[in-house]
């Protein structure tokens, strides 16, 4: 028997539309893959699909561009951090 719960169905629905429409975001630093989203703007506000799962840290490059970023340094090789694989 598992100890899994049946999905709701609007999990579902998201989940079956972030893996149909969703893309894949990357950091901005090491160019590794963060998640699979899909952005929704609703009520003056953003939300990714697909996101929830995922520590990341979001910042403005210009004021209609958002980067993404490992928030965890040990997932995110970078110049600075050689010794991270
Ligand atoms: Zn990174």
Known sequence: MSDEQPL????R???ALVR???RRVVCADCGRPL???LPIVWRGRV????ADDE???VSFTTQDTLQFRHVQLYDCPSPERPWVA
């Open 8 to 11: 709701r169905p609007r999990t």
């Open 13 to 15: 629905v998201k989940r």
């Open 20 to 22: 149909l429409i969703g």
């Open 35 to 37: 998640f699979v989203g």
């Open 47 to 50: 939300r990714i699909l697909g």
């Open 55 to 57: 520590l990341v840290r």
